[in-house]
């Protein structure tokens, strides 16, 4: 009779527990959702994400350090996880463990780096040698030009533009696709197009334009659809020299200028301008996502450095005073890396900072990653810093 009765009382119990065991679960589900939405502002999802990539990275491991000649020539930007370098002897690229993926050697005086998405363009900035590699394919380009280079920039999707000149012409742009592949030539006899960018797909090609307007000095962007003979139309930007010109996107251009970086629609529209008259720019990073970083100095000498980032509107989201000189910055995904002789600052966009850590190794260069990482170069090496 015993026996009949704890079989029957069993069941009842196994119920009460899975109840009590329910609904501490979805206790625990409330809470937590509770929790991130309460403090959805100061959680970090790349630090989880860091935790799994970088797992096994250690002081002594191999991943995240490369080896490469030290020149004060070279030029470095973030390819992927991994680093493209350009050089006086031409463009190398490495994976995320430092092990050479590409290489193509070209003699450079004034080597220039740009990067897309799996390739490196590297160009002798006033010379004749241009070059680029992908991580993927190898060599895409070798170019030997007639006369020198001028500029050359690589589109989101490897496409490829250079500006120089040839006998009879002021100014020569060139497109290539992203298989190497020349696509487009635009000759100009009258006027010179020393400042250019290509579109995704190069569909589309802009290049800046020197003149005068009743005797003052004028520039402009001159849009092309690698489609058509004649250019599409001409972008007004002012009497100010260009210092670079980049896509945005298919349909935005961002023009940094000595004095006032512009955002423009590809009908003319402008988006918004930023104006730094008061100051002097010493370095720009566009790599941020949907913003643009400015280093600039309240004088030509001295340390009286500032740090602002801007959105496409042209307004601030974030500003700092830096009271040191800025060696090096670098923009990639919500974070900007500000380095210094004493050490390197990882900021938000907001310009509120996220990590820091101490510049034992005199590091000069630093190169953000999007996940909030950074790869640090000091003489002929760089290693890994994570937050």
């Not at 897309?116 to 060599?139: I, Y």
Request: overall charge negative.
């Amino acid at each position: 009779m015993s026996d009949n009765v704890s079989r029957m009382h069993t069941p009842q119990g196994k119920k009460l527990l899975r109840r009590i065991l329910l609904f501490s679960l979805i206790l625990l589900l409330v809470l937590g959702g509770c929790a991130l939405y309460i403090f959805r502002d100061s959680l970090n999802t790349d630090a989880l994400r860091r935790y799994f990539k970088y797992l096994n990275v250690t002081e002594t491991s191999h991943t995240g350090h490369f080896s490469f000649d030290a020149h004060s020539g070279n030029r470095y930007a973030g390819l992927g996880d991994g680093l493209a370098l350009a050089s006086v002897s031409g463009v190398t690229v490495f994976d995320a463990n430092g092990a050479e993926q590409a290489s193509l050697q070209m003699q450079m005086s004034l080597p220039e780096l740009r990067v897309g998405k799996d390739a490196a363009l590297c160009f002798d900035a006033g010379g004749t040698s241009l070059c680029a590699v992908s991580r993927r394919k190898g060599t895409i380009l070798q170019i030997t030009s007639e006369r020198a280079i001028l500029d050359a920039d690589i589109s989101a999707d490897d496409c490829v533009c250079y500006s120089t000149s040839e006998s009879g012409y002021r100014s020569v742009l060139y497109v290539y696709n992203a298989a190497g592949a020349k696509t487009y030539r635009w000759l100009s006899s009258s006027r010179y197009l020393p400042v250019c960018t290509v579109s995704t797909g190069a569909k589309y090609l802009a290049a800046v334009a020197y003149g005068q307007q009743e005797g003052m000095f004028q520039s402009s962007v001159v849009l092309f659809d690698t489609a058509q003979d004649e250019p599409l139309h001409e972008l007004p930007l002012g009497d100010e020299l260009i210092f670079d010109l980049e896509f945005l996107s298919d349909d935005t251009l961002l023009a940094i200028g000595e004095q006032t970086a512009s955002w423009l629609k590809l009908d003319g529209t402008l988006l918004g301008r930023y104006s730094y008259a008061d100051s002097y720019l010493k370095d720009f990073d566009d790599g941020g996502s949907g913003f643009l970083t400015l280093c600039l100095n309240m004088y030509k000498a001295g340390s009286r450095y500032s740090v602002v980032t801007l959105g496409t509107d042209g307004t601030e989201k974030g500003s700092l005073f830096i009271g040191e000189e800025i060696l090096d910055l670098s923009a990639a995904g919500k974070y900007i890396a500000v380095l210094t002789a004493s050490d390197l600052r990882i900021y938000d966009e907001t310009m509120t900072l996220y990590a820091s850590t101490d510049n034992v190794a005199a590091a000069t260069d630093v190169i953000q990653r999007a996940d909030g990482s950074a790869i640090l170069i000091s003489g002929g090496s760089g290693s890994l810093y994570i937050p």
